[in-house]
């Protein structure tokens, strides 16, 4: 800035300074010249008066003590006299311009340089009435010997300009920066600063206005996005073309069980070294879209992979979905496919069996009636099946539940307990029931089913002469529903797993007593609808005591 500064105070007082100085020579030099021909001219005329008037020229001419040169030459040209020069040493004047026009017009005036170019020679002849030329000369400073002179000077002035100008430059310099230096960015209208800075303070304001509001954006944008990535119980990966971690989320560093700042910046090896990883992450390097099953710490997660195009920075985005109950449930679900086959194939071969027998005459009259109450009980544990399955599809759907009432839980039990009597009776068991009075919200047919699959096991599978009880009572919040028995009980490593669908621990002994293996996956089920917890407490040769703890009274 200061340079530029410089070089135009510099260069435009040096130009003036040139101008100026030029256009005054020039016309001091135009001036002088005129004069000096002037002069030259009114003395050339006052020596040649004298010499027409006077006898004797030479004794004259040798008086003269005048600054010129005064010289006298004969018509042919030869110089007669020279104040200056020797005019044995001089030429014929004849050709020179000056003495020729004098001889011919009367009079001449020229001009000629000295061998430096730094002087002029000024001529002016007059011819005289007895035919000679009188020639006087001045030698005056030409423009190149005045500009000669005048170098030293000009040096000066130049020096003193550059000079003026640097500390000038200086100072217009400071004057122009020192504002634009101390300038606030922050708050540029508040700057005390000339006007000629107004127009860029507030296109900075505007600026400042401009990238505080889009910074607040992008902040408010970046907050929404790790917001959202946190609190997403997905894992979520960003990485680089080269699979190196950009950002990891919560989910993904628990998953992984890594510490997520410190995976930041490394390779997506580093997380899991699993070939689905690899697999996927490989996927998207190649543009394309990656899924693959990875099984971690006893969960399965569905690995999708994505490419991210983008000029600035293509990259992966990985995302983690914990499928372990779909997987397990779509499982369940083919098994439960098959059990249902199965278990349907066995009373039907018996059915098809015993009325082929029948039919074909070759049973024998007495075992009639045998075949067929085999062929109803079986029909009757088809029916009990059918029953089973379609409650469990039922609470499968929860959509088709009715709405919660609020149901007595004792008087419930109380009117499930008749319907076990016969059986009970059959064993000799006694049920009774303990307890009082407590309401909860829920679906009666569904507790109604709960309770008497309890009950009906509780007699099913206990001892002659042994006992059950029922027991309704209240708890701190809601209510508890327990059924004790006398019988088997169940040994410790089938307790988890009774409650599975078509698990028995004796299957032979749950067919005989026509169980279908679902009533505990359908006690189960309504437990959960009704959000409430079983326990299981059961020693075999003991007994077992099912306990469902309703979290909530009516
Ligand atoms: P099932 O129709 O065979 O009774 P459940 O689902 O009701 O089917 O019960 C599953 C299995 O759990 C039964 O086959 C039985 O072996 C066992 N079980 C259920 N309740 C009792 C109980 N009160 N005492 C002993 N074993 C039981």
Redesign the pocket.
């Known amino acids: 800035m200061q340079k530029r500064i410089f070089q135009s105070i510099f260069f435009t007082t040096l130009a003036a300074v040139l101008i100026v100085g030029a256009f005054t020579a020039r016309s001091f030099y135009g001036f002088f010249d005129a004069r000096t021909a002037e002069e030259l001219r009114s003395e050339t005329e006052s020596i040649a008066r004298a010499l027409e008037r006077l006898p004797d020229a030479g004794e004259y001419l040798a008086s003269l003590t005048g600054p010129h040169r005064v010289t006298l030459i004969a018509p042919d040209g030869t110089v007669v006299f020279d104040n200056q020069t020797p005019t044995d040493d001089m030429e014929n004047h004849i050709a020179r311009p000056e003495v020729s026009d004098a001889l011919q017009t009367g009079s001449g005036m020229s001009y000629r340089y000295s061998r430096t170019l730094t002087q002029k020679i000024l001529y002016h002849a007059l011819r005289l009435g007895d035919g000679r030329v009188l020639r006087t000369a001045a030698t005056q400073n030409s423009i190149i010997g005045m500009v000669h002179r005048v170098l030293f000077p000009l040096a000066a002035v130049i020096l003193i300009t550059a000079l003026l100008a640097l500390s000038l430059s200086r100072a217009f310099a400071r004057r122009i920066t020192d504002p634009i230096g101390k300038i606030d960015l922050a708050s540029p209208l508040e700057n005390d600063a000339y006007d000629e800075l107004s127009p860029i303070l507030l296109r900075l304001q505007d600026q400042n206005d401009t990238l505080r509001s889009q910074l607040a954006e992008l902040k408010r944008q970046r907050q929404e996005l790790t917001a959202i990535s946190e609190n997403m119980s997905e894992g979520l990966l960003m990485l680089n073309r080269e699979g190196i971690v950009l950002a990891i989320n919560k989910s993904a560093a628990r998953i992984f069980s890594v510490d997520a700042q410190a995976s930041i910046g490394r390779s997506v090896l580093t997380l899991n070294r699993s070939a689905e990883l690899y697999k996927i992450v490989e996927a998207a390097q190649n543009g394309r879209d990656g899924e693959a099953e990875l099984e971690l710490n006893g969960h399965i997660y569905q690995l999708l992979s994505t490419p991210v195009s983008g000029e600035s920075s293509p990259g992966i985005v990985v995302i983690m979905l914990d499928v372990t109950a779909r997987r397990l449930a779509e499982k369940e679900r083919r098994e439960f496919s098959a059990n249902v086959s199965h278990e349907l194939r066995t009373p039907l071969t018996s059915i098809v069996g015993f009325s082929e027998i029948m039919s074909n005459g070759v049973a024998r009259p007495e075992d009639l009636k045998r075949f067929a109450a085999k062929i109803h009980s079986e029909a009757q544990r088809l029916i009990a099946l059918v029953n089973d399955i379609i409650q469990l599809s039922r609470l499968d759907e929860k959509a088709e539940l009715p709405a919660f009432e609020t149901v007595d839980l004792y008087e419930l039990c109380e009117s499930v307990l008749p319907r076990v009597q016969s059986a009970a009776q059959a064993r000799n068991v006694t049920v009774s029931m303990t307890g009082e009075h407590v309401s909860i919200r829920g679906i009666p047919r569904l507790l109604d089913e709960l309770t008497f ?2 009950l ?3 007699v ?3 001892v002659p002469d042994g006992s059950v009880t029922v027991s309704v009572a209240p708890e701190e919040t809601g209510a508890v529903l327990s ?1 004790q ?1 006398t ?4 040994p410790k490593e ?1 307790q988890e797993r ?2 599975e669908r078509f ?5 032979s ?2 067919r005989e ?1 026509g ?7 359908i ?1 189960k089920h309504v437990a959960a609808v009704h959000d409430a917890k079983i326990t299981l407490r ?1 020693q075999p040769g003991e ?2 005591t ?1 306990t469902v703890t309703f979290p909530q009274k009516a």
Not at 503 to 507: E, G, N
């Open positions: 699959n309890l009906e096991n509780a099913k599978y206990n059924v028995d019988g088997l009980g169940i089938h009774i409650f698990y028995r621990v004796d299957k002994h749950s007593t169980g279908t293996g679902l009533g505990l996956a006690v059961s007994g077992s099912f």
